[in-house]
């Protein structure tokens, strides 16, 4: 279940943050609509390593619709294998 608060009980920020170190997010609301996340700076790397990696497979998946793609034995006798 989602960790949703409203941005006042950032006044009291040790206690939401330390809710943030036990690995879910936190949503703070402004004025009843959601505008910010409060982040483990773990969770934040991996999200943007999840990101970069999800962004490196559709670079390749469009290369590969572009430029065609080669076979497994291409492949192996590139590597020389």
């Not at 936190?26 to 990101?51: C, P, S």
Request: charged share 35%; proline share 4%.
């Amino acid at each position: 279940m989602p960790n949703i608060k409203p941005i006042s009980d950032l006044r009291n920020y040790t206690e939401v943050l330390k809710e943030a170190e036990e690995g879910s997010p936190i949503f703070l609301t402004k004025n009843g609509r959601g505008e910010y996340v409060i982040l483990d700076m773990k969770e934040y790397d991996k999200m943007r390593a999840t990101i970069a990696l999800l962004s490196k497979l559709e670079e390749g998946e469009q290369s590969a619709r572009k430029g065609g793609r080669i076979s497994a034995d291409e492949v192996e006798k590139a590597l020389g294998i």
